[in-house]
């Protein structure tokens, strides 16, 4: 068990790019989250999978962001052009059932400049 | 949507010092899970707690999910122990995700 991995760490980029981040959760945790965590603020839900199915979406994903889980496995998280306000921590985390205990990644850190 | 309040939001202790952090919640819940945020960001886990008293060596918590709250005790802190102390509470959304809701956090500072 190598825990919840997250890639890259750090992301520097321009206004207008596409970013893409991802996430490998602990092998067979077929729930994984995405949340998002903006500086003095707890993370925030952005969207779910079970295995490959994309199952909830919270309004804070605009239409920029696409978040997909090929296969059950692994799982991107895709930023279309980019804006200021983007700039934050992107956490994934991974649970084997529900309500068990969610297991986070150590987060990419996105900067818009 | 839940809402989740922590407090204190700030906190600095003399090292060997023990303190208690609260979080409260606005409805019923699933779970609720502590964190400790770590200076890189790192959430870790400390306990995950539907109801009654956890212990994990200096760290206990307690949840009374009739009354909406739990507690984190701290005892005898260490330096270590500084970092951002995250309640995050668990509902079902209906949708088919059991999503966590994050509190503030209470940013602890412990000097030695």
């Known amino acids: 068990d190598t825990g919840v991995s997250q890639n890259p760490r750090h992301k520097i980029t321009k206004r207008g790019q596409n970013v893409t981040f991802r996430c490998d959760p602990i092998s067979e945790h077929n729930r994984l989250y995405w949340y998002r965590q903006t500086l003095g603020q707890g993370p925030e839900f952005l969207t779910y999978?079970?295995?490959?199915?994309?199952?909830?979406k919270s309004r804070l994903l605009s239409d920029r962001f696409s978040a997909e889980r090929p296969k059950g496995s692994f799982s991107t998280l895709e930023i279309q052009r980019t804006e200021q306000g983007d700039s934050a921590m992107y956490l994934c985390?991974?649970?084997?059932?529900?309500?068990?205990?969610?297991?986070f990644g150590p987060g990419t850190r996105l900067l818009v400049l | 949507g839940i809402q989740v309040e922590q407090s204190p939001p700030d906190l600095i202790l003399q090292e060997g010092a023990n303190s208690t952090l609260r979080c409260n919640f606005s409805?019923?819940?699933?779970?609720l899970q502590w964190f400790h945020q770590n200076p890189w960001g790192q959430l870790i886990n400390l306990f995950y707690i539907p109801s009654g008293t956890k212990q994990n060596g200096r760290l206990s918590a307690t949840t009374v999910a009739t009354e909406r709250y739990s507690l984190l005790y701290i005892s005898s802190s260490q330096t270590t122990d500084s970092g951002v102390y995250f309640c995050a509470v668990e509902a079902y959304s209906g949708a088919g995700s059991y999503q966590l809701t994050f509190g503030k956090g209470t940013k602890l500072s412990v000097i030695p």
């Open positions: 985390a991974s649970s084997p059932r529900p309500q068990e205990t969610q297991y």
């Open positions: 999978f079970q295995n490959e199915a994309q199952l909830e």
């Open positions: 409805d019923s819940v699933n779970n």
